[in-house]
């Protein structure tokens, strides 16, 4: 149980298009969704908390406007990179909150690799 | 802003050394996790501690919560290549379910 996946797992777009990254909860209903980047050779930074049917919340620093989170249902939350742009190549990642009796503990999907030209 | 320094950053051992990795912060949190990472994977939680002094013991790997829960550290007996990857730590911000990550230190054990 607890399974959280992601897609897709790599893509590689054009500066300036959006791209649309998914993350499901497949096993369970995630009330609240995480989404963290993760550059190469360091550490996981957490960009934004994903609320479903709510706002999401962005950490300090993190465009809202160029990272939107939609966390439409309860087993599923995006994010779009819009306008990419080379900086914003990363590696991104969600974990999904767990429920019943894994409240404190977070899930996480088997991340996004995403290359912009 | 809460803050996780690991240490160290690199550690480059022979199989069958023992090690200890730190995690220290000035902040409290609520509880803490240890992860491992594989390049190209998500994390992979190992343990969750939640009480100040808990330890905790997984085979080979003891990780202790520190008494202020302020600080953690990850001991491996007896290394073997197959622990090499990416450890993390991640503490839960008190009042919230968010983490926080670590700086984490990435082992290389050589056969």
């Known amino acids: 149980g607890a399974v959280v996946s992601q897609h897709p797992s790599r893509v590689i777009c054009k500066s300036g298009t959006s791209v649309k990254i998914e993350c499901r909860s497949l096993?369970?209903?995630?009330?609240?969704m995480f989404w963290y980047r993760q550059f190469p050779k360091q550490s996981l930074m957490l960009m934004a908390t994903?609320?479903?049917?709510?706002?999401?919340?962005?950490e300090q620093g993190v465009e809202k406007d160029k990272f939107l989170i939609n966390h439409a249902s309860l087993t599923l939350s995006t994010l779009t990179v819009t306008s990419a742009h080379p900086e914003d190549s990363s590696f991104y990642i969600c974990?999904?909150?767990?429920?019943?009796?894994?409240?404190?503990?977070?899930?996480f999907g088997p991340g996004t690799r995403l290359t912009v030209l | 802003t809460q803050l996780l320094e690991q240490s160290p950053q690199f550690l480059s051992i022979q199989e069958g050394e023992n090690l200890t990795v730190y995690c220290n912060s000035s902040?409290?949190?609520?509880?803490l996790q240890w992860y491992r990472q594989e390049p190209g994977e998500g994390p992979v939680l190992l343990v969750t501690?939640?009480?100040?002094?808990e330890v905790k013991k997984l085979k080979r790997l003891t990780f202790q919560f520190g008494d202020a829960r302020k600080d953690s550290s990850l001991h491996i007996t007896a290394a073997q290549p197959g622990d090499t990857g990416l450890y993390l730590c991640?503490?839960?911000?008190?009042?919230?379910?968010?983490?926080?990550f670590g700086t984490g230190t990435r082992l290389k054990v050589l056969a």
């Open positions: 974990s999904a909150r767990g429920q019943g009796d894994f409240p404190n503990e977070q899930f």
């Open positions: 096993d369970f209903q995630a009330t609240t």
């Open positions: 994903s609320n479903e049917g709510s706002k999401a919340t962005y």
């Open positions: 902040s409290v949190f609520s509880s």
């Open positions: 501690v939640v009480t100040g002094g």
């Open positions: 991640a503490g839960r911000a008190p009042g919230t379910y968010k983490y926080i």
